[in-house]
C-alpha cells in the first residue's frame, strides 16, 4: 500500500521517512484520519467542549506562564488538546515552542497558569498534589529523553522500582521486571548496570520501568532524541508496538520523523499555540 | 483480620526505597568509607568524652564503693569525699556505743608534701586506716601485703600513681615532711583522677606525717558543756636527719579524725541507725556508702566544670557527627536530584523519598557506630593500661551513644530532606 499521508490536506514529504512506506502497516485508512487530524484552535472553544468527554486526554485552554525576575514569558498561550483513548498522538514543532512545558502538564507534574487537564475524564488541575501523584502512579508511564534510570541500580532492579511503587511485593515484583524487559528484548540484560547498556538498551529499560503496572497512559519526551539511528529504530519499533497494544493512549513529543508513521494524530505546536498546519 | 491497609502501605514503601537507598549509599565507595571515617570519629569523640567523664567521676568515689561499711560517719560540712572537716577522736566510741552498731573502724585523710628520691615536692593525700579492719582497704592489691603496715612509716600507694610520684617500685624511699617512707607494697584502681596521689598507711604513720608537716595544725575539741575547746600546734623545727625518725604515737582523743565506718549488726534498719548515731554526734552527718559515693561524683560533675566540659566536649562531638552525616547526605541527595525528580513524576509520595534517606542515615549510624565502639573500647583498654587514666563505657553509656548517633544521622537527615523535597518533578524533562 502506498499513500501519500496528509496533514490536513497538505501532503507530506515521503522522504521524510526512512523506512519506505511500503514496509509499514498502516492500519488506519487515511480518509478517516484525515477528518481525526483536525486539531482544535485556541479560539474554539465551543468545540472542544464536545470532544473533552471521551478523550483519554481533554487539555481545555491551557495557558502557562513563566516568571523569570520582573519578566514573564508566556509559554502556553491557550492550548486545547483531545487525544481519543488508545491514540498514538505526536507533538512537534520547533525548539522552544512550548512542546516539553505542555507535556508536563498533560502529566500532571507541572501545575497550568490556567486552563484545565482532564486524563480519563478526572480534572487533574483540581487535585491535590498528593491524589496527583497518586493518579500518576496508577495511570502513567514516563519516558524521557535522558532515560533517567537509576545509575546505581541493575536494568532489572530499575523496572522493579516502579512495580514496588506500583504495589508488587518481593518476589513477583522480580518475575513481573524480567516479563516486561523479555518483552523490550533485554532480559539478557536484567543484571547489567545502565552504564554497561547502549544508549537504545537504556531507553528500552525505561520503556519497560513505563510498562510496569499496565498504565493506560504513556507520555514520552523525545524518546530517540538521544539515539543514533540504529538505536532509535529499536526504540522507535517498540513504540510502535507498544501503541498498537490495546487500549493505552501515547502521547509523545518528539522531532523524530521516523516515528511519525506510527502515529495516529500529530499536533505543531508553535510559539505557545496549536498550529493548524505544519509549519514547513 | 488481614494487615491494616496502612501496615501494607509502609512496607510497599519499605520495599520500593531499600534497594535504591543502599544502592546510591554504595554507590561510590570511597566516599563513602570517608564519610563512614568522620562518623567514626565523631561518635569517638562522643563516647571518648563521656567515657572520660563516666572514669573519672568513678575514679573520684573509688575508696568508698571498695568499702563495705554500710553508714559512714562525717562532719557535717562534707562537700565530697576528700573536702571535710574532721571529727574529734572522742566520737568513735560515742558511735561503737550506739545499739545496733557491731563495728567502727576509723579513717583519716590528710594532705601532705611528698618529697622524692630526688628532691623533688608533690602534694599527696595522705590515708590512714587500721591495716587489720575489716571494713576499708577492700580495692585489689597488686603488690605486697596490707599487714605490712603494720610497721611504722611503711606505705601503699597506687600502683598508677608511681610514675607522678617520682618512684618506679616497691621497696622505693621517700620522705614527707620531715619523716621517713618506704613503698611496701601497691594498690589497684584506688587512684583518683581528680586528686593527687594517695599514700595509704596505718592510723599512727598516717597521724605522724600531718603532723611532721611544716605548717600550724588547729585541732578542735567540743567539750562536755557543748564549747569548743581548740589549740594551734606547730611543729616548725625540722629534725635531724641523722636521729632515727620517732616511733609514731599512737592516736589520742585530741587527734582529729576524718571518718567513723559503721557495720551495722544484721538485721538492724539503717535509717534508723543513722538517726540514733547523728543524735549521739552532734554536728555529724551519716551517709551510707551509696550516697556518699554519689554525693562526692555529684560535686565533681556539677560543682565543679569538669562535668561541664568533658560534656561540651561531648556536645562539640554530636554537632560535628551532625555537620558530617549532613554534609554527606544533603551532598548525596543533590548528587541524586534527578533520581528523586523520576521517582516524584513516577508517583512515589514523599514519604518514599523520605524513607530513602532515612534508611541512608540509618545504614550510616549503624555502620558508624559499630567500628567506633571498636576503636573506643579498644583505646580505653589502651588508657587504662598505659596511662592509668579509666574511660569507662558502661552498657548504658553505649546504647546512650547509640540512640544519639542514630538521633544524630537521622537529624541531618531532616536536613537534607529539604533539599528533595523542593525538588520540581518537572526537571525530569529537561535533558
Ligand atoms: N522553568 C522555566 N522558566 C522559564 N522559562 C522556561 C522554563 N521552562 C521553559 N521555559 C521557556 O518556555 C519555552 C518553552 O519551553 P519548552 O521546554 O516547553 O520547549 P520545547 O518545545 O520542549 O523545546 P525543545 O524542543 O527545545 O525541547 C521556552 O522558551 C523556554 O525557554
Ligand atoms: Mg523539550
New interface residues.
Given amino acids: 500500500m502506498t499513500s501519500n499521508l496528509n496533514f490536513d490536506g497538505v501532503p507530506l514529504d515521503p522522504t521524510l521517512l526512512p523506512i519506505p512506506m511500503t514496509a509499514i502497516n498502516l492500519s488506519f485508512n487515511p480518509l478517516h484520519r484525515k477528518a481525526d487530524l483536525v486539531t482544535v484552535t485556541a479560539s474554539s472553544p465551543s468545540l472542544s467542549q464536545e470532544t473533552t468527554a471521551q478523550g483519554a486526554i481533554a487539555a481545555t485552554n491551557v495557558r502557562m506562564s513563566y516568571q523569570s525576575g520582573s519578566e514573564v514569558f508566556h509559554a502556553l498561550k491557550g492550548v486545547d488538546l483531545q487525544v481519543p483513548t488508545g491514540d498514538m498522538q505526536l507533538l512537534m514543532g520547533p525548539s522552544g515552542s512550548g512542546k516539553?512545558t505542555l507535556?508536563?502538564i498533560l502529566?500532571g507534574?507541572?501545575t497550568p497558569t490556567g486552563g484545565s487537564v482532564k486524563l480519563l475524564g478526572q480534572d487533574i488541575t483540581k487535585m491535590s498534589p498528593?491524589a496527583l501523584?497518586?493518579?500518576?502512579?496508577?495511570n502513567?508511564g514516563?519516558i524521557?529523553?535522558?532515560f533517567?534510570l537509576?545509575?546505581?541500580?541493575s536494568a532489572v532492579?530499575n523496572v522493579?522500582?516502579?512495580l514496588?511503587?506500583k504495589?508488587y511485593?518481593?518476589s513477583s515484583?522480580r518475575k513481573e521486571a524480567l516479563v516486561l524487559l523479555e518483552q523490550v528484548g533485554l532480559a539478557n540484560k536484567a543484571n547489567n548496570l545502565p552504564r554497561d547498556l547502549s544508549g537504545g538498551q537504556k531507553q528500552r529499560v525505561a520503556i519497560a520501568r513505563a510498562l510496569a503496572g499496565n498504565p493506560s497512559l504513556i507520555m514520552a519526551?523525545?524518546p530517540t532524541?538521544?539515539l543514533d539511528s540504529q538505536n532509535g529504530h529499536a526504540v522507535i519499533e517498540l513504540l510502535r508496538q507498544l501503541a498498537k497494544e490495546g487500549g493505552r493512549t501515547v502521547l509523545l513529543v518528539t522531532h523524530d520523523p521516523r516515528i511519525m508513521d506510527a502515529a495516529d494524530r500529530i499536533t505543531y505546536l508553535e510559539d505557545g499555540l496549536i498550529q493548524t498546519k505544519p509549519h514547513h | 483480620m488481614g494487615e491494616s491497609p496502612v501496615r501494607f502501605y509502609c512496607f510497599y514503601i519499605y520495599m520500593a526505597s531499600s534497594t535504591i537507598a543502599r544502592k546510591n549509599l554504595f554507590e561510590d565507595p570511597i566516599r563513602f568509607l570517608v564519610a563512614q571515617a568522620g562518623i567514626l570519629f565523631a561518635v569517638s569523640l562522643v563516647t571518648i568524652q563521656l567515657g572520660i567523664l563516666k572514669g573519672f567521676l568513678r575514679s573520684t568515689s573509688m575508696l568508698v564503693e571498695y568499702s563495705s561499711a554500710d553508714l559512714w560517719v562525717a562532719n557535717k560540712d562534707l562537700v565530697h569525699f576528700e573536702l571535710v572537716s574532721s571529727l574529734p577522736a572522742e566520737y568513735l566510741k560515742k558511735a561503737t556505743e550506739v545499739p545496733g552498731v557491731e563495728k567502727t573502724e576509723v579513717v583519716l585523710l590528710r594532705a601532705g608534701r611528698w618529697r622524692d628520691p630526688k628532691g623533688n615536692l608533690s602534694t599527696v593525700r595522705i590515708i590512714g586506716f587500721n591495716p587489720e579492719g575489716q571494713m576499708f582497704a577492700r580495692w585489689p592489691m597488686g603488690e605486697g601485703q596490707l599487714a605490712s603496715l603494720n610497721q611504722s612509716y611503711k606505705v601503699l600507694v597506687d600502683r598508677a600513681s608511681l610514675a607522678s610520684l617520682d618512684v618506679s617500685k616497691v621497696g622505693d624511699q621517700a620522705t614527707i615532711g620531715n619523716l621517713p617512707l618506704e613503698i611496701v607494697g601497691l594498690t589497684e584502681d584506688t587512684k583518683s583522677t581528680a586528686s593527687s596521689a594517695f599514700v595509704f598507711a596505718s592510723l599512727e604513720t598516717a597521724n605522724a606525717y600531718s603532723l611532721a608537716e611544716l605548717s600550724s595544725n588547729i585541732t578542735c575539741r567540743r567539750l562536755p558543756d557543748n564549747s569548743t575547746d581548740c589549740s594551734n600546734q606547730f611543729s616548725n623545727a625540722p629534725r635531724d636527719r641523722n636521729l632515727p625518725a620517732p616511733e609514731p604515737r599512737r592516736l589520742n582523743l585530741s587527734d582529729p579524725i576524718t571518718y567513723i565506718l559503721i557495720k551495722a549488726k544484721s538485721g538492724e534498719d539503717l535509717e534508723q541507725l543513722r538517726t540514733k548515731l547523728a543524735q549521739a554526734m552532734p554536728d555529724t552527718v551519716v551517709y551510707t556508702r551509696k550516697e556518699l559515693s554519689e554525693k562526692t561524683r555529684n560535686y565533681w560533675e556539677v560543682r565543679t566544670s569538669v562535668g561541664f566540659i568533658l560534656g561540651f566536649g561531648a556536645v562539640v562531638g554530636f554537632v560535628v557527627g551532625m555537620v558530617i552525616v549532613g554534609q554527606i547526605l544533603y551532598a548525596s541527595v543533590a548528587d541524586h536530584l534527578r533520581e528523586f525528580g523520576t521517582l516524584k513524576a513516577m508517583g512515589a509520595s514523599n514519604w518514599v523519598i523520605y524513607s530513602i534517606i532515612l534508611e541512608q542515615a540509618l545504614w550510616m549510624s549503624v555502620l558508624g557506630y559499630i567500628p567506633s565502639m571498636a576503636l573506643c573500647f579498644a583505646l580505653s583498654a589502651w588508657t587504662l593500661k598505659a596511662k592509668g587514666v579509666m574511660i569507662l563505657i558502661e552498657p548504658t553509656t553505649a546504647a546512650g551513644v547509640f540512640v544519639l548517633t542514630v538521633v544524630m544521622c537521622v537529624g541531618s537527615a531532616l536536613f537534607a530532606v529539604q533539599r528533595v523535597t523542593r525538588v520540581d518533578p518537572a526537571i525530569v524533562f529537561k535533558a
Fill in positions: 516539553t507535556l508536563s502529566a507534574i507541572l498528593k501523584a497518586k493518579f500518576r502512579l496508577e502513567i514516563f524521557f529523553q535522558g533517567n537509576f545509575p546505581a541500580l532492579e522493579e522500582v516502579a514496588k511503587l504495589g511485593r518481593g515484583a519526551d523525545e532524541a538521544a
